[in-house]
Structure formats: C-alpha cells, structure tokens
C-alpha cells in the first residue's frame, strides 16, 4: 500500500506575507508583479488572516466603482489590510494528506490552504496549482 502524500510533500515553503497595517495599493503592487494570488496576514509570528486577489478585487469594487485608476489607486492606499482580510482562515499542518487539503479547499471554495505549525506560525502555503502539480506534473518546478 503506497503512502498517502502530505501537504508537507508539495506545499511552498516561500512566500510573501502582510501584517494588519499594510495598505491595499501594496498588496496589489505585490501581487501583480509577483503573480501572487493569496497573501497570509501574520502578527506577532502568528497567523491571522488571509488576503486573496479575489478580496483585493471585491473590496476594489465595493468602494470604488466608479474610480478612474488613479482615484482608485489613491483609494487603495487608504485602506489597511485588515478591513479587506479574511479573518477565520482554514488552515493545515505539515502532515495533512493532500487529499484532505483538497476537499477542504473544495468544500470551503477557497484557492489556497496556509500551513501552520504546532504553535500556529505560517510555514507554507498549498494552492490549487499545487495540487495539479502534485497530481499531474509530478517533479516539475514552478
């Protein structure tokens, strides 16, 4: 019987985080150049919140309709990561089967998963790319 792979096995080990007073024209500078959609929100070390490009864009919108860039801009640099985060962030550990992490990101219909350790300090991020690449590429880099 083959041993189930863990999230541990195929998460990212690098990525960008937030904290709470961040600004929202930062967050998307850092997104856009970096192709980065999920950003986690630490404090003290701690995880407590997740910034999605999909939160960046509903918060845009909400507020700023009728903007032209450079009033949304202006807009978005008014605004502090905490308003726009998600707070009651699902997460996994290390040793969570990949299977698992993929039904929680189905079930709960979010793109990424930050893992924590034992002391709830973000040590990786598993994403729906992730896990097509764990199923169908196999050994190929990002």
Do not use: W
Request: with cysteine; proline share 4%; hydrophobic share 40%.
């Amino acid at each position: 019987m083959t041993k189930a792979r863990t999230v541990g096995e195929i998460m990212r080990r690098e990525f960008v985080s937030l904290q709470a007073g961040d600004r929202l024209d930062f967050v998307e500078d850092v997104m856009s150049l970096g192709r980065i959609r999920h950003m986690p929100v630490v404090e003290g070390g701690k995880l407590v919140g997740i910034v999605s490009h999909r939160d960046l864009l509903a918060h845009s919108l909400s507020r700023a309709i009728d903007f032209d860039p450079k009033d949304r801009r202006t807009f978005l640099r008014s605004v502090d990561v905490s308003e726009a985060m998600t707070r009651n962030v699902i997460t996994v550990e290390r040793a969570t089967p990949v299977d698992e992490a993929a039904r929680l990101m189905l079930r709960h219909r979010v793109g990424c998963l930050p893992v924590v350790g034992d002391d709830g300090t973000p040590v990786g991020l598993v994403t729906e790319t992730d896990l097509i690449r764990a199923a169908y590429l196999e050994g190929e880099e990002p």
